[in-house]
T-cell receptor, first 111, second 116 residues
Framework: DAKTTQPTSMDCAEGRAANLPCNHSTISGNEYVYWYRQIHSQGPQYIIHGLKNNETNEMASLIITEDRKSSTLILPHATLRDTAVYYCIVRVENSGYALNFGKGTSLLVTP | DTEVTQTPKHLVMGMTNKKSLKCEQHMGHRAMYWYKQKAKKPPELMFVYSYEKLSINESVPSRFSPECPNSSLLNLHLHALQPEDSALYLC???????????????FGPGTRLTVT
């Protein structure tokens, strides 16, 4: 699986959009971008994933650049409950491999 | 029901004890996982079961022994652990397609294990 690079930490004001970047410059054509988050003392939670098109669900939007070398997870209206570590994972879909979590970005949403 | 449950929530055990962690899901998922997470580190994969058969063992010491008695249950048997094995143990499940593992996994809340 391709390696990802994320900022160690970010801050965001409550009610504003949180934009979390991820660099995956060595991504292969059949690898998907997955995002998970882990709120303190809880298990990780799946957020969203995509291959090349932008994706949106009830939690977030995923914007993938045309060359697929980077992506951004957008939380449109961050709340205090969105404070968590966000993991960007690149993975071949339906493969023989499980998730390989990197270091993630610690997002702090402030009042 | 999109929940993965784990028991106990907390466990303190001595190095000579034998204990078990339990995980249960009723989503019909046929792949189940054990992860270990040390403080301020990302989760690390330990074991994967696919269709009740062990498919991945990430070189985990034999003092950790997984068991999948049926498609809904996953156990992790612990024996002769060391203090450095203290960690959060996470269970997850997913639905394999054609026997392969999907990336959308559902995690339980974890068991916080302390070895004294």
């Amino acid at each position: 699986d391709a390696k990802t690079t994320q900022p160690t930490s970010m801050d965001c004001a409550e009610g504003r959009a949180a934009n979390l970047p991820c660099n995956h410059s060595t991504i292969s054509g059949n690898e998907y971008v997955y995002w998970y988050r882990q709120i303190h003392s809880q298990g990780p939670q799946y957020i969203i994933h995509g291959l090349k098109n932008n994706e949106t669900n009830e939690m977030a939007s995923l914007i993938i650049t045309e060359d697929r070398k980077s992506s951004t997870l957008i939380l449109p209206h961050a709340t205090l409950r969105d404070t968590a570590v966000y993991y960007c994972i690149v993975r071949v879909e339906n493969s023989g491999y499980a998730l390989n979590f990197g270091k993630g970005t610690s997002l702090l949403v402030t009042p | 029901d999109t929940e993965v449950t784990q028991t106990p929530k907390h466990l303190v055990m001595g190095m000579t004890n034998k204990k078990s962690l339990k995980c249960e899901q009723h989503m019909g998922h046929r792949a189940m996982y054990w992860y270990k997470q040390k403080a301020k580190k990302p989760p690390e994969l330990m074991f994967v079961y696919s269709y009740e058969k062990l498919s991945i063992n990430e070189s985990v010491p034999s003092r950790f022994s997984p068991e999948c008695p049926n498609s809904s249950l996953l156990n992790l048997h612990l024996h002769a652990l060391q203090p450095e094995d203290s960690a959060l143990y996470l269970c997850a499940s997913s639905q394999p397609l054609a026997g392969l593992l999907q990336g959308e996994q559902y995690f339980g809340p974890g068991t916080r294990l302390t070895v004294t």
